[in-house]
């Protein structure tokens, strides 16, 4: 029962993250929503891991790892992007494409 | 110990093109780190046969095995899966210019296909989302390869973005299906459906299974979720579009097709919603890019549009898995080989940028008679016209689904309807080959390496066509 509250806290989380990714426009802004997604996974694996077996432990680090590749990219893209365009924001990028084609 | 020991030493030996294609991307980056480019290419090419003919043999044999516990096997459902993933890997190495190979680009793509690889022939679903995950990390470096092209950076952040998006999606299901079942393993997903615990978690299940299908969805292009792969296939360099819409996709969709037949194959009789969920997924999946295609100027665009539609007819098979399971071998390996096969002559026409306009078609017949038969060819089995192996992948697909009953009838008339609406297109290519032009700027990268694998993907789509049953699925052992 315990665990079931705890789900139904962390979801929020979790739809806040997904949010951010659909809403934003700003670049960086997207990597923090999916930080903020992704946390709400780990607690979730975590709350699980002490209901039912220890394998959830090793599953959350894994998890982990992932987000964490998956930011280093991230930042790498932002760079490219600020650096071609002078800005990190998705919709600008189009109608930059526009006016240089 | 010792089990453990020959256990380990059966998984290296069958596993053999799995770790070639890994040693090959090390010794392809150090060989390329003293700028031999070309020893580079022909060693990529060396690894790449190795691993295609190694998997044939092994098709040959019968492999059967699973090794550590049920965690990964090799079985006729994973090498021909390898196989269909290994051409169009190949086809993307033959349409690689100068350009890209003196970047990264050769070791990340022996690596994303490694990890393709690996992904069909897991059975444990933290595995699968570890594999999926190492083989899309370098896709994206492959994608922002070609920073000139103003196509390029919003393609690679459209795909950052969803696939971003996807790793949540199935990291959010893992965790809910592990918080149902206690474990990972299809074997004991499997059995945990099958037993009378399940009442009380049924919409954990359900709930779980609909964040990974979502999450595949990405992936494998499904209509709802494929807005990123048309700009994503446009803007990525070409040789990497052939890597993208055949070895990328088919690793989504064999991934679907995989946890379906395996884990979930009970599902479907407690919960019918799961079915028609897929159904409508599918039929949304055939409709949509068919009746966008028509409207096109672009040729990279069009084929995006033709390869989100072949995702549509693959989908069939998630609809009724156990009927038409074994047909998506066959259907994944001739549209490995017409699709990778179509982009290569874009490539060969327009290069690696975004601006590939039908005008460059024109006159082809004359100027490159070999580039346009081939493309032809292509073009006319994915529409699926007799001759050619896409027609016998796609009248099986369709004649299996329509005898599954009355939900299947209707969507294999649907299929074979945007199929019909699909020639119109093909055939609209293939007329501005014929057409003269006026316009004498075309120029055609000619080069003996895209000849012969032309000339080779013209023989085996006529000669497949003869022999589907070769290339039909086994039920995947877990």
Do not use: C
């Amino acid at each position: 029962m315990n665990a079931l509250i705890a789900l139904i806290a962390v979801l929020p989380l979790f739809l806040i993250g997904v949010y951010g990714i659909l809403a934003r426009r700003h670049f960086i802004r997207i990597i923090i929503s999916v930080e903020i997604a992704m946390s709400a996974v780990i607690l979730t694996i975590g709350t699980f891991a002490t209901v039912t077996s220890s394998f959830g432990e090793v599953l959350g680090v894994l998890v982990i790892i992932i987000i964490a590749l998956e930011a280093a990219l991230g930042l790498a893209i932002a760079i490219e992007m600020d650096r071609t365009y002078k800005s990190v924001d998705i919709l600008e990028i189009r109608k930059l494409k526009e006016e240089t084609q | 110990m010792i089990e453990n020991y020959q256990d380990f030493q059966n998984f290296m030996y069958y596993f053999s093109p799995f770790f070639l294609l890994l040693v090959g991307s090390l010794v392809v980056s150090v060989v390329s780190l003293f700028k031999r480019f070309l020893a580079a290419k022909i060693l990529s090419y060396i690894f790449l046969l190795f691993s295609l003919s190694i998997t044939i043999y092994f098709m040959y044999v019968n492999v059967n095995l699973l090794f550590f516990g049920n965690l990964v096997a090799v079985d006729n459902f994973s090498l021909i899966s390898w196989i269909a993933l290994i051409l169009g890997a190949i086809f993307s190495f033959a349409s690689m210019g100068d350009d890209l190979i003196q970047k990264e680009t050769q070791p990340l793509l022996l690596l994303s296909l490694a990890a393709s690889l690996f992904v069909v022939s897991v059975r444990d679903l933290l595995l699968l989302f570890l594999a999926i995950e190492t083989s899309v990390f370098p896709a994206y470096v492959l994608v922002a390869q070609f920073k000139r092209d103003y196509f390029s950076l919003e393609a690679t952040v459209k795909f950052f973005v969803f696939g971003v998006l996807a790793t949540l999606l199935f990291a959010y299901g893992l965790a809910v299906i592990y918080g149902a079942v206690g474990a990972t393993s299809f074997s004991s997903i499997n059995s945990f459906i099958s037993s009378s615990s399940v009442n009380n978690y049924v919409n954990f299940i359900i709930l779980g299974l609909i964040l990974l299908l979502a999450s595949l969805a990405i992936k494998s292009t499904l209509v709802p979720l494929h807005v990123w792969a048309i700009d994503t296939y446009q803007g990525s360099p070409t040789s990497i579009s052939v890597f993208l819409s055949t070895t990328s996709k088919l690793t989504g969709l064999f991934s679907v097709a995989l946890i379906l037949v395996t884990a979930f194959r009970n599902l479907f009789d407690i919960e019918p919603f799961i079915r028609y969920l897929l159904a409508i997924l599918a039929l949304v999946t055939m409709i949509l890019p068919n009746v966008a295609a028509l409207v096109q100027k672009n040729i990279k665009r069009l084929l995006a549009y033709s390869s989100v539609a072949h995702a549509g007819y693959m989908s069939l098979v998630f609809v009724f898995p156990l009927e038409t399971f074994p047909i998506l071998g066959f259907y994944a390996v001739t549209y490995s080989i017409a699709k990778s096969v179509s982009f290569l002559v874009t490539k060969r026409i327009s290069g690696e940028g975004s601006d590939s306009p039908y005008n460059n078609l024109m006159s082809l017949f004359k100027l490159d008679p070999l580039a346009a038969t081939t493309f032809t060819v292509a073009l006319l089995s994915l529409a699926g016209i007799p001759p050619f192996a896409g027609f016998m992948a796609k009248f099986l697909l369709f004649l299996n689904t329509a005898f599954t009953g009355n939900l299947g009838l209707a969507l294999a008339l649907v299929a074979l309807i945007m199929s019909g609406i699909s020639v119109y297109y093909y055939a609209y290519l293939i007329r501005l080959e014929v057409i003269e032009s006026n316009n004498e700027n075309i120029s055609i990268f000619k080069n003996s390496e895209m000849d012969a694998f032309m000339i080779i993907s013209i023989i085996a789509l006529v000669i497949l066509t003869f022999f589907p049953s070769y290339l039909y699925y086994q039920f995947p052992i877990f």
